[in-house]
Every structure is written in C-alpha cells, then in structure tokens.
C-alpha cells in the first residue's frame, strides 16, 4: 500500500477517535448550527442579515494576521462583539461542516480535522455561546469540498431566491468580480457594485459604510470582502439594510458549473485557494464598468 494512503488512514482513525471521544469534541457538538438550507430559507423567508465566522475571522480574533487583512485593535473588538450578538434579524453563521466532516472529501476533512483539533480548545469553545443558535457560515461553499454534487445542486437554486427581483448592490474586493461571465444573478431587479480593496479592506471601513448609505434602505446588500464583510453585515444590519456577508459564492458557482475536481484558477477573477490567483487588473466588459457606482480605495 503507498505510504500517503497509509497516512490518510492513520489520520482517519486518529481523528475519528478524537471526533467521538475528546471533552473538546463532545462540546463541539453541543454546538446549535443550522445546515445550509436552513440558513438560506432562514434569510429569504425574513429577510435577515447574517455575518459569517470560519477560521479566518477566528483568527484574527486571536490577533493572527491572515492573507485577507491584518490584526489590529479595532477589528478583534468588533468581531468579538459580533459572534456574541443577539440583535434582532442578524443571523451570526459558524460552519456547519463542523458538526457533519464525514460527508466531505479527504483533504477538507483533513484541514477541518486538524484546524479543530489545534483551534477548539484555545479559539473556538471560549467565545461561542452554547445556549445560541448559529446558522451555517458555510452556506455559499457548496460545490468543491463535497463528495458529491448532491449539496451544490439543492443549494444553487435555493441560494439564487436571496435576491431573486430585488435591487442590489454588491460590495466587493476590486479583483472579485461576483457573477461576471456566469448567470448567477441573472434573477436580480437591478444589479450595481462598490469596488473596495483586494486586502485589508477594514482599514477603508468608514468610507465604505458611508457609500452604501448613500443606497435606499430596499436595497440587498451583498458583501464579498473577507474579514470585513462580517464587520459590515453587522453594521448595515443596525442601519436597516439587509445584508449578506456571501464571499465565496462566485467561484463556488464557477467552480461547479466547470465540475472542477480541485480548487482551480478562474480567468478574470481573484481565487485565493488557487495557484496563480491574481487577475489582470483591468477586466474589458462594459456591463460590469456600467454596474460600478463608487471605487473605494482602489
């Protein structure tokens, strides 16, 4: 038998004995998180806001730097803040796939796996309430680290009803460029973007706060922007917009309608779980310059 066999074999069953016999692991699911579809009727049904923690924003929240935005004093307050929220109509979403590994492919499995195994006892079960319910952080990665299609073809459908006929501004990174080349919103009333920067986004905040309430209160707000865009789910939530912290979703939907294997490139946008991730700044198509109506910090 070849030796990385050999390994994942070894790491299933260390990891499969940790899952069900470790303190920390009982507690993890004690956890209240809801599954995608729950999530996403949740969200369309009343028109809630939800702000999104996975190992990024868990990381900053110990002072760590990540690839998308640097540490620093005000965005650990703030997301501290948030995962303990109890507002009305904000949905504050843990992954899921905590709670549910097996139905994963190998590698996320092991990256799940061993994150958990580092992370739950120093980053994770001090600043969760187990008396609150989560929804599921994880709804827009639907397609690539799944064993089967079954997940992305439930999701889709029901992830595009979100803004199925409404008006909506989506607040991006400047290499994004959500639904570009695919028809993932093609269902939208009217489609417009705020460009922000690629990286460390948080430190334009205040400036992106104030383009988007320049926008009527109708108006869906969908954010793609890293660690900030749980900071700004919050934050237009108190100010009366629905907003959806949705990063993802794009190369989620770009990957599953190329039935991709692994986590590829895609042309013309940033993947940052790819090699060669970085696009030509400048993207030749008129209906997407036409959508642009503020640049901030780009």
Known sequence: MKQHIVNKINFLIHFAWKYNISTQ???????KIANSRETIQTIIDNRMSIARFGDGELSLMSGEDTGFQRSN????????????????????????????????????????????????????????????????????????????????NIIVPLIKKIWNERNVCIVEGVYSRLGVGNDLFDNVGSLHRILCPAQ?????????????????????????????????AYDLHLQGYQAVDIGHVDVEYEWFKMKAKNKVAIPGKFVAESINNMPQRKLENEKYESQIIAKVGV
């Open 25 to 31: 692991f009982r507690l993890l699911k004690k956890l």
């Open 73 to 152: 004093c005000e965005i650990i307050e703030k997301l501290h803040k948030i995962i303990k929220n109890e507002t009305e109509g904000l949905l504050v979403g843990l992954p899921h796939v905590w709670k549910h590994l097996w139905l994963l492919k190998y590698r996320a499995v092991e990256f799940w796996g061993a994150y958990l195994a580092k992370n739950l006892s120093a980053k994770i079960i001090p600043i969760v309430n187990f008396e609150t319910r989560y929804y599921d952080a994880s709804f827009t990665r639907f397609y690539i680290d799944y064993r089967s299609d079954r997940n992305a």
């Open 200 to 232: 460390n986004a948080f430190s334009e905040y205040d400036r992106i706060i104030m383009e988007v309430s320049k926008l009527s209160k109708d108006t869906l707000i969908l954010i793609a922007l890293g660690m900030t865009a749980t900071c700004l």
